[in-house]
């Protein structure tokens, strides 16, 4: 009868184990596409918290104002960041397209000239490697063919997919922005709450992992920002 009765508890302990698995493997990916703007707002608004807090204790700036001056900026820096970005990409994107017939000129005017070198050295090869060079030949031609008649345009389907991942991505970009302004306006109620309710134990090391990330980070930064005054100033000298 024990017996049995550990067999009955292993199995039931092995369908939980199994099932709670499957639940996290299926559900988990899903919660964390949910709450993946909400996690990047906190980052953000972490970041920017102690910009927030200068305004609002040096310039005697509201926080809700601050923060949102504070996203206004940050906000301003992308957008002009990614408005450079694409036009210097689409720039040299229409360049390539002005060079490609230069380009395409040049590449044949090299495999002609291999072609000739090859065909001069062709004629002194035995029969049998003349016949493997003519197989790799056709070989290749066949291959090259069946990749351009693979190559399709967009369809219909496709072009909607990506309008819907446009969307998705401005929806991404607009929750988050909202959840970094709220964060900000009430981090420090939010970081309180979560202190009284935290454990002491969990509460020591957190404190102590943030720590240790702040003397991480700011000790690479430091490294950097020394590193990249002392080559400035070892051009600077060069130069002169």
């Known amino acids: 009868m024990k017996d049995s009765k550990i067999y009955v508890r292993i199995i039931v302990n092995f369908l939980l184990t199994i099932a709670g698995v499957v639940l996290a493997v299926v559900f988990i990916p899903r919660l964390f596409r949910f709450f993946l703007p909400f996690v990047v707002a906190f980052i953000i608004s972490s970041i920017a ?24 900026l940050a906000l301003a820096l992308v957008v002009g960041l990614s408005y450079v970005l694409i036009s210097v990409l689409v720039r040299e994107f229409f360049n390539l397209l002005a060079d490609m017939p230069r380009l395409i000129e040049k590449v044949m005017d090299i495999g002609n000239k291999l072609s000739q070198n090859l065909n001069g050295l062709y004629a002194f090869l035995p029969e049998d ?3 493997v060079v003519s197989s790799m030949e056709v070989s290749m031609k066949e291959l090259i063919t069946k990749f351009l ?6 369809s219909l389907s496709s072009a ?15 929750v988050t922005l909202l959840a970094s302004y709220f964060f900000m306006t009430d981090r420090d109620k939010i ?17 102590l992992i943030i720590d240790n990330i702040k003397i991480a980070f700011g000790g690479y930064f430091k490294a950097q920002f020394k590193i990249m005054m002392i080559i400035t100033f070892l051009l600077f000298i060069g130069l002169e």
Do not use: C, W
């Not at 309180?192 to 404190?207: G, N």
């Open 49 to 72: 918290n102690p910009v927030v807090r200068f305004l609002e204790k040096r310039i005697k700036i509201v926080r809700k104002h601050g923060s949102a001056i504070t996203i206004v």
């Open 129 to 131: 490697m003349q016949s």
């Open 149 to 154: 008649s693979e190559i399709k345009l967009p």
């Open 160 to 174: 909607g997919n990506y309008v819907k991942n446009i969307a998705d991505i401005l929806l991404f970009l607009i």
């Open 191 to 207: 970081v309180i709450k979560l202190k009284d309710r935290m454990p002491a134990s969990v509460l020591q090391y957190y404190t």
